[in-house]
């Protein structure tokens, strides 16, 4: 039986009345004395539960003058279920590799895991529902080149067609992280052609060739500042902040929203007032029409003129 079976069983025992600890094995069908000692531990440390020793009558038991204890119906926390689902379900996806081996041990092990919460690992995943996004397709072998030279710290030749201006270019880049955003794989490069971190979307090389020569190693501080000063994948020193204005009917999803971790959210009367720092306005724009009428923009002009136009431009189509 696995531990969250073992800890129902503990309770079930002790409910009735103190057990010694040769008892408590018995009725775990010959547990071993560590793995009891671990199991009480836990209950008392992390479940909080009432549970004394008395050296007496050599027993364990819950203290007669707490209040009654329940055990919480389930274990994993928010974070813990959703990795192991998410995991779950990454490896159902998985294609026939060099890993092939030993994706099938390690699919056990994540079902264990999730039996953990003291229901089966099919109960599980049938009544608790996770839904991945959707993906954009990419080619395996110039993943593979990408990954290698991000570990290795070499320098790669990027054949290269950006969305944005719908232009084909060649560029020598230097890898520097690899990321996976939403429904797509980054690189975050020193691009030598622009001569600045640049943010390459996978699916977008056409091609790409491994250099022998070692890439240039950008510091760590400069790299957290690149990802993380503005808002979404299109990252930078932020250049300005949006000041949004939610209707009240939005500010009910809003106000419970992380856009960016430096936001600044704020209520006005019944609306909610959020400020977000951002270098490219692309990928917010994009937010911020998802809200359509639900939302103004007070500023920064540009924006506001930029979200302006969009909505004339989709209202000109109907």
């Not at 306005?281 to 930029?306: F, K, Q, S, T, W």
């Amino acid at each position: 039986m696995n531990r969250a079976e073992r800890i129902y069983r503990i309770h079930a025992l002790l409910s009735e009345r103190p057990r010694s600890l040769a008892q408590l094995r018995a009725g775990l069908m010959g547990a071993s004395r560590a793995t009891v000692v671990r199991d009480i531990g836990y209950m008392r440390d992390f479940m909080e539960a009432p549970i004394e020793y008395d050296r007496t009558a050599n027993a364990y038991g819950y203290d007669p003058g707490a209040a009654r204890f329940e055990l919480p119906g389930f274990w994993l926390n928010e974070s813990e279920l959703f990795g192991l689902l998410a995991t779950e379900q990454l490896l159902e996806q998985m294609q026939p590799g060099l890993l092939a081996p030993y994706i099938g041990p390690l699919k056990g092990r994540v079902r264990r895991l999730l039996a953990e919460s003291g229901h089966s690992a099919d109960a599980v995943a049938e009544r608790i529902l996770f839904h991945a996004t959707t993906s954009r397709r990419g080619d395996a072998q110039r993943f593979g080149t990408v990954a290698t030279a991000v570990l290795q710290a070499r320098k790669l030749h990027i054949r290269y067609h950006g969305r944005q201006r719908d232009l084909e270019t060649e560029r020598d880049a230097h890898p520097q992280r690899l990321l996976r955003y939403k429904d797509n794989w980054h690189l975050i490069a020193h691009c030598d052609r622009a001569d600045e971190l640049r943010n390459f979307s996978l699916d977008r090389i056409l091609s790409v060739d491994l250099l022998d020569e070692p890439a240039r190693t950008i510091d760590a501080k400069t790299l957290d500042r690149f990802l993380g000063a503005s808002f979404g994948i299109f990252s930078g020193t932020a250049t300005a902040w949006a000041v949004l204005r939610f209707t009240p009917h939005a500010a009910r999803w809003v106000a419970d929203e992380i856009w960016h971790p430096d936001q600044i959210g704020q209520w006005i009367d019944d609306s909610y007032e959020l400020q977000v720092p951002y270098s490219d306005p692309r990928e917010l724009i994009r937010d911020i029409l998802a809200y359509g009428p639900d939302v103004l923009v007070v500023g920064p002009g540009e924006l506001r003129e930029m979200v302006a136009e969009r909505l004339q431009q989709a209202s000109g189509r109907y």
